[in-house]
């Protein structure tokens, strides 16, 4: 009997370390999960860095051939301000460490500084320098926005201040009511990638600037309407195709992990959206111009991006479809209403960003796993306020800098093209 | 004694436990190996769809000024069209899930259903939604190596209806045959990433168009043949480089998985082969034409890279320099001999796509682990059938839309520019 | 007491098979990490071929419209060249597989050869196919430098066999003294990514040229230094922002693994420096020139890129804004000074990657975590051998070439454009 024991008998050196190594195994498979997730959100990062370099081809390519330098010079400058800006203070406004959920404000510090942890997995799926530049490259685009609605007039000392202050300020603090565990969060307002947070923001921003600077000379006369052609249509079809490329970074990365089923079907909503974009504006602008429109449809696809953000992780194919359509159907109607108004968008900024940014926001009352009354209502009161604080924000420093420093240059200076008044330089030889 | 055994003793609850965690390690190695194949075969799609970025740049470049942004609008469309069609047909008929296989035809449902589990890891290395959006992102691309072919003289509607029909139709219904474990499959043909189900069946295409469309004005005269260059060069050579680029994503890709070793090697044929095409389409074209013609060149690294797409995992090194050379050689002689038929295709898709396509299959059948004279055969059959089928499908249908709504812009239209005639639109001011 | 104890007793095969199992995951661990960090470097190698995009469109927007077809047909072929080249010698070269630490040069066979266990997880973090693509991808973009510095002057034939022989002999052997287990790695000289392998050497070779080759005509007059502006600045843009976007992978990828720390560091450091670059030439090209010079800021930025490339992962945040700052201020001063000397650099490649280059060494001993007087005078000491060696090579080679089969167009051929002269063709109808 001891015997038959005694061929059982084990020794407990072999189970001690076949626990300590499967211990080991636990902490290593979560470390290897984490370096896929934290990859994938760098390698997204790239991507909507490249979102930059589509903005400023796109810009490039829709502005007049004799501003083209200033509006390189101005999203070059807008980039390296974003990243320093939101480096120094923007962060920590955005994801204030010192969370009290449901908040409005706080700026527990200035700079980097990670704590214990943060760049192991403790601290969620990536490093804190990962959150860092995903996010910072997410800040300068609201700026960039601002950028296309008042090329061609605006004073380039007066935009930087403004481009400074707006993604310093105004962009992390309303950022973190929702994305920082503010109240909007609390609330139940839902915005994935920023419809609302990143693309209205910018097209309120857009919106308050032109109202002060107003049209550009010769656009709106007695006569009517002219129209002012881009000087580049390569360059801006360039533009559009690394937006959207840009886009699978910024939607994709937004999952904030590398989870298989949730990237994959953000890159597939956000691909049906952007294409459906292109068809619903190609229909509506044959039907109102009877032509067949390049700039509507390539503003379409930018509408059937913005336009599923806000609930990328939550439609089915069917929904990014139906999204992306109307997104893409609205931009002529939109670009045409603005222009009655008198507000001069040389890029159709505010038709893209805002509109379809509105869009896209109250599509997730609508449409997808979130759907329903109550969510509509917290998506109307999320747009509501963004709406007028980020507004309020840029017509008051707009306003401020147009009755101190001046935001318009002169007309001669107009005429002859920002390139030659601001820059002693010519984009073309 | 029984002391003994007893300071043996264990607590069956720790091997227990122990089993537990085991397994559920034996899970999740799966799953994080899963993440990050899934997560290869996402970023690699965003690359592939950089290709129709590239696609429309090279286009842009290599026409004149007055049809680049008809150009530019067809190939916005193209991704848009090929996108949807493909996920409402397309994606089910070239990977039908009621496989039945040597099959030729078969369309179980439309649009996307992902069946139980078909996000997980049983499914694959990657989930349902990045398997459909790798494979769309392919889908299109056929289609706009016809517009490159056709520019300059087709009609709008007809070119979109013609790619919407090659994309949703003939395209996936050919792939099947080998991708989807069709009858080219089980008959031991070989295409790894597509030299024929992609490059050829658009080369087919474009030559089945071309005929029936007829040459530019002016192109083959009495005189001889006039070159019409390209409006923009450094156009086409973003192009290029963006093509080269998004090449990683579509042969790196096709593993289908992380797989380092497949992967990597993937990357170093490619990259080989498309070095090797520049130098000798460099060769060659110095020596039939007596100057660096930069056309050719540029032509020679898509030549090298459509002829190492069928077997870039089957090649050393060496033989990747060897198919690149040969394809980039190639080029020149074959501009030349579509030119001497009168066959104007103003970007030398044919050249690039269907004869380096052709030349990158058979190459499967000489060079690397699977040559042989049986495979040499195969890949000769795979060849004709796909030809066959796909030249017949684009000619019938191309015929049936010049004997209905026309094909050809008129004289006058062509004159002026597709952007004037079909657009209203000017691409530079 | 035998129940007791009988209750407890085990099947040993339990045991056995959970070691077997535990086994299997230790290897699987370790495979999975592997997978990731493989396929980082491979992105990362995609994302510097980028870089070389970045290149030709930069200097292809910088010169003048003459001579763009000349630009583009050089960087199409330094990349073909310079990957054939390596993978012919120059991979050997610089990473001799019988390695003797502290040596000057080795080169143990020819062509790609891997070993045993080359491909596995024992060979590092990543398969030789993966070793050899990324630093292929590093080694034709110190040719790329000294493609713009020579750019509108230099006989085409005369730059390609220079390029071919400076990237297949000079960069390896240099590289190697570093990065592959040479004497000034044994000294304990520091060079992350390549401000001074890559960049310094680039910028040697590039001064060599300049100063054998002499100005462009009617560059430095009686009556002073004649500006020369690029023939199209969003050309220029783009390109800088691609350079941007490629650096990720150049300086990320050169973790040489996918630690989420280190990478997500190098990302912040590589950011801000960037950015701090921009803002050191805009004020300082401002306070100079009194305009807002896009050039000074576009080169700033690549200035700043530079300078971050040799301690990007030493540095803080704050330490690598200052190093760009510095960086970026200084470009403006030093395309003053080259001018003062009459060194004629169409694109200011000295100015970036040579004096940018040696900035970025020196500031490794000045800032970060391996600062100190002694690392200083390690850094010195590799700038000098680096430099003496490379212009050394460079000037020895252009000078023969000089006194063979010439390195300079005739004037009448600079006049009318390498465009015509080289190529019979025109960048733009």
């Known amino acids: 009997m001891i015997d038959t024991l005694a061929h059982l008998a084990f020794d407990p050196n072999i189970v001690n370390g076949l626990q300590e190594t499967v211990s080991q195994h636990s902490t290593a498979l979560i470390e ?9 959100i760098l390698v997204a990062a790239a991507m909507v860095f490249i979102m930059h370099l589509g903005f400023s081809a796109l810009e490039a390519g829709f502005v007049r051939k004799k501003n083209v330098v200033n509006i390189l010079f ?8 974003g990243l320093l800006t ?8 955005m994801y204030p460490t010192d969370v009290e959920p449901g908040g409005w404000f706080s700026l527990p510090s200035l700079g980097l500084s990670p704590g214990e942890g943060d760049m192991g997995t403790g601290y969620g799926d990536y490093t804190f ?7 910072a490259m997410f800040a300068a685009t609201c700026a960039t926005i601002v950028s296309g609605a008042v090329a061609e007039r605006i004073k380039l000392n007066s935009f930087l201040i403004f481009s400074g202050l707006f993604v310093a300020v105004c962009y992390p603090i309303i950022g973190m009511w929702k994305w920082g565990k503010g109240w909007l969060d609390a609330l139940g307002f839902i915005d994935f990638a920023g419809s609302t947070l990143v693309h209205s923001v910018g097209g309120w921003g857009a919106l308050a600037a032109i109202i002060l600077l107003g049209p550009r000379l010769g656009k709106y006369t007695e006569r009517g309407i002219k129209a002012i052609p881009g000087h580049n249509l390569p360059l801006a079809g360039i533009g559009v195709f690394l937006l959207w490329f840009g886009w699978y970074g910024f939607n994709g990365g937004s999952v904030l992990n590398a989870n298989p089923e949730a990237v994959s079907l953000v890159f597939v909503t956000t691909s049906l959206s952007a294409a459906a974009g292109a068809v619903g504006a190609f229909i509506t602008s044959y039907v ?20 599923i953000t806000a609930g990328a992780d939550l439609m089915s194919p069917n929904e990014a479809v139906i999204i992306g359509l109307i997104a893409g159907a609205i931009i002529p109607f939109s670009v045409v209403f603005f222009d009655r108004l008198k507000l001069d968008d040389p ?14 926001t109250l599509a997730v009352g609508i449409f997808g796993s979130a759907a329903g009354w109550a969510q509509l209502g917290n998506q109307a009161i999320g747009i509501a306020a963004v709406g007028i604080a980020t507004f309020t924000f840029a017509f008051l420093l707009m306003f401020l800098l147009k009755k101190t420093i001046g935001i318009r240059v002169s007309n001669k200076d107009e005429e002859r093209g920002l390139d030659w008044a601001e820059h002693s330089m010519k984009a073309y030889e």
């Open 32 to 40: 290897n999960q984490f370096r896929t997730d934290n990859l994938w």
């Open 74 to 81: 101005k999203n070059a400058m807008i980039i390296a301000i």
């Open 86 to 93: 939101y480096y120094a203070v923007g962060f920590n406004l």
């Open 129 to 135: 320098w990962t959150d860092f530049i995903f996010q």
């Open 288 to 307: 109102l111009f009877k032509i067949h429109d390049l700039s509507m449809v390539l503003n379409g696809i930018l509408g059937g991006l913005v336009g």
């Open 347 to 360: 890029v159709g900024a505010t038709s893209v960003h805002l509109i379809c940014g509105i869009w896209g």
